[in-house]
C-alpha cells in the first residue's frame, strides 16, 4: 500500500475539522432552553408548590404547568396517555402522579 500524499492528508484533516464544527454548531442549538437561561424559572418557582410538596422532579413540574395542571384535582382534566406524552414526564413522575390520584380517590380522564 502506498503512503498518503501531504495534500490528501492535509484534505482530510481539514473535512474531518469542518465535520466536528458543524456537530458542535448543531449540539448547540439543541440546548435546553433552561439551561440556555431563555425560561424564566421565577414564573414556575409561583406556581409549582403542590408538585414540589409531592416530590416531583423539576422538568415534570414544568411540565405540568405549561399544561395548565397546577394542583393533583387538575389532573382530572387529562388522561394518563396525554400525561405520558407530555416533555420532561418520566416513569417516576407518572408513578408519583398515579399513586397522589389513588390517595386523593380521583382518577384520570378516559
Not at 465535520?19 to 439551561?35: D, L, Q, S, Y
Not at 411540565?63 to 396517555?81: E, Q
Not at 416513569?91 to 382518577?107: F, G, Q, T, Y
Amino acid at each position: 500500500m502506498a503512503k498518503q500524499s501531504a495534500a490528501r492528508t492535509k484534505m482530510l484533516a481539514s473535512q474531518a475539522k469542518k465535520a466536528a464544527a458543524e456537530r458542535r454548531a448543531e449540539k448547540a442549538k439543541n440546548i435546553c432552553a433552561v439551561t440556555s437561561g431563555e425560561v424564566d424559572l421565577d414564573k414556575y418557582a409561583e406556581l409549582d408548590g403542590n408538585w414540589v410538596a409531592i416530590g416531583l422532579a423539576a422538568p415534570a413540574r414544568r411540565a405540568l404547568i405549561d399544561d395548565g395542571l397546577f394542583s393533583v384535582s387538575d389532573l382530572r382534566k387529562t388522561s394518563l396517555a396525554a400525561l405520558k406524552e407530555l416533555h420532561g414526564m418520566g416513569p417516576n413522575a407518572i408513578r408519583v402522579l398515579v399513586a397522589e390520584m389513588k390517595k386523593a380517590d380521583l382518577s384520570f380522564r378516559k
